[in-house]
């Protein structure tokens, strides 16, 4: 049973670029959540997606957005790439009603901006 | 609001016991726990829920105090495998987004 895939795993860009990073969720899966870990510190949260609909959204301006296909999988895009977005970008399948089960993440995609 | 670990860092001789804390401000539906070895994804350990259930894995256990929304993770007999970071996770609602800690790093040497 094949987990969450993210793609691509590294990717370099530069400062004022735009990125997009892909998910695919755990099979049976249907709620996607976008995480941004930097170097040394615990994920925090982007936002989270559920019938191609943004559910909820944590702290991260505009430039950051994303969306959900049918098949459940979702893309976060981020424009207007600044140095400090350079992070390590978790994503984390679930079901919507989780009850006692915790979240699945990938591995990540490296984003590093110079 | 980010929950709060403690300590930030823990060395273990293999078959020592560790006890991680994790603590909120905030009212809470449920605690999860997560270990991330360098370079993997964060891995799936408990969950606490509101109320007193719980799941997870046999060798590691956690207890959830609801009164002082505090949660302790509990490492008995350390292997070397239970060498990584682990993180804290919060939810306010049961369908809410999880705030993570900023992790307790855990080293177990022979």
């Known amino acids: 049973d094949a987990g969450v895939t993210q793609s691509p795993t590294h990717l370099i860009k530069t400062r004022g670029q735009q990125v997009t990073l892909r998910c695919s969720p755990k099979?049976?899966?249907?709620?996607v959540s976008w995480y941004q870990q930097a170097l040394g510190q615990g994920p925090q949260f982007i936002f989270q997606?559920?019938?191609?609909?943004?559910?909820q959204r944590g702290n991260f301006p505009d430039r950051f957005s994303g969306h959900q296909f049918p098949n459940y999988s979702s893309e976060l895009n981020v424009n207007a790439l600044l140095l400090g977005d350079s992070a390590l970008y978790l994503c984390?399948?679930?079901?919507?009603?989780?009850?006692?089960?915790?979240?699945?993440f990938g591995s990540g995609t490296r984003l590093t901006v110079v | 609001q980010q929950p709060v670990q403690s300590p930030q860092a823990v060395i273990l001789r293999e078959g020592e016991d560790a006890v991680i804390n994790c603590s909120s401000s905030?009212?809470?539906?449920?605690v999860h726990w997560y270990r991330q070895k360098h370079g993997e994804a964060p891995v799936f350990l408990m969950i606490?829920?509101?109320?007193?259930e719980q799941k997870g894995h046999e060798k590691i256990s956690a207890s959830f105090n609801e009164k002082k929304q505090q949660s302790s993770l509990y490492l008995t007999a350390s292997q070397l495998s239970y060498s990584g970071t682990y993180f804290c996770?919060?939810?306010?609602?049961?369908?809410?987004?999880?705030?993570f800690g900023k992790g307790t790093k855990l080293s177990v040497k022979p």
């Open positions: 984390a399948s679930s079901f919507i009603d989780r009850g006692g089960y915790g979240y699945t």
């Open positions: 099979s049976g899966h249907d709620t």
């Open positions: 997606y559920y019938e191609e609909e943004e559910r």
């Open positions: 905030k009212a809470l539906y449920s």
């Open positions: 606490l829920l509101k109320g007193g």
């Open positions: 996770g919060t939810e306010r609602g049961s369908q809410g987004n999880l705030i």
